[in-house]
């Protein structure tokens, strides 16, 4: 069955010509909402290990890392190229010669063709952007920047750290320079309804972004949204809504800005809420089938042709 979204195991066939896969990445770094610069809290849905794996606590560097990784990728899917995904916090939080020493173990790795780099949009500058447009003149480099919502009161009120303004400033900065520019968005957002999310992904739009992650909010273990859940003072969106909202975004996003995730991975024993999270293959069914049903696709609400973005 043909999808009706641009997903990014179709953007690697177009660009490579077989699977690359994406592989986590662990390299030990903080944020600036947790280590006292901005807060010390995180955002109140951020869990301990900042959604990485905690190998770098385990003792295992970037390369072991990538190698353990890879081994099973190979045996299971028969995928011999990489992305190296750093994951975990953020990733260009770091002084420069640090960074730079962990991309280019990454890149060392036989297979490796590239970096995908998780970031805050308030983490950026123009060194670590020099150094990020050097690799993309024989890598691919994916940076991605987590947004989350196109509404001030909305990141103010998840504890997030910095204003949209933000986000727009960091996208600028890097458009242009041949670095792949990535963005988060998360449904189901505290006080958010399904207007506000349409009017994130409108925005989103309207930006040079060649990629989107969507994310479920749910619950973890040790946060603040668990204070609130179980207070009674948030409640999960349901599975049918969620689908209904993720098709609700994908018409609003241009046919060429890869859709890269459609919900999150929960670790099942962190886990609260919803249960369903854990349904991911149900998900995207539902997610499908949603889009066949109202007969929509990828950019079907744009009215002018989206700008072609150099892949």
């Given at each position: ?42 955002c109140i849905y ?35 190229r990489f992305l ?12 420069l010669a640090q ?213």
């Open positions: 069955m043909k999808k009706r979204y641009y997903d990014l195991n179709t953007y690697f066939r177009n660009r490579y010509g077989q699977r690359v896969h994406k592989i986590a990445v662990d390299a030990g770094l903080t944020c600036p909402n947790r280590d006292g610069t901005l807060g010390t809290g995180g951020c869990n301990a290990k900042g959604s990485g794996t905690g190998k770098h606590a385990a003792g295992l560097s970037v390369t072991r890392q990538l190698e353990e990784s890879k081994a099973a990728v190979i045996k299971r899917f028969k995928a011999h190296a995904y750093f994951q975990s916090f953020t990733n260009t939080y770091a002084p960074l730079k020493a962990l991309y280019d173990e990454a890149l060392a790795v036989p297979g490796v063709v590239g970096l995908a780099i998780g970031t805050r949009p308030d983490c950026i500058d123009e060194p670590v952007l020099d150094l990020l447009q050097s690799y993309a003149r024989s890598h691919l480099i994916w940076v991605e920047y987590g947004l989350q919502s196109a509404h001030d009161a909305t990141l103010a009120r998840i504890n997030r750290g910095h204003d949209v303004a933000a986000f727009q400033r960091a996208v600028t900065a890097t458009a242009g320079r041949g670095i792949l520019i990535g963005s988060h968005i998360i449904l189901g957002l505290p006080g958010e309804d399904a207007g506000h999310m349409r009017a994130t992904a409108d925005f989103i739009a309207r930006m040079p972004v060649d990629g989107v992650k969507l994310h479920l909010l749910y619950v973890v273990k040790g946060t603040k949204l668990e204070t609130l859940h179980g207070a009674g003072d948030y409640q999960c969106l349901g599975q049918e809504a969620y689908a209904d909202l993720v098709c609700d975004v994908i018409e609003r996003l241009p046919p060429d800005v890869v859709i890269q995730r459609l919900t999150g991975d929960p670790h099942k024993h962190e886990l609260v809420a919803p249960r369903w999270a854990l349904e991911k293959v149900q998900t995207l069914e539902l997610i499908q089938k949603r889009l066949e049903e109202r007969n929509t696709w990828q950019g079907r609400l744009l009215q002018t042709q989206p700008t072609q973005r150099t892949q």
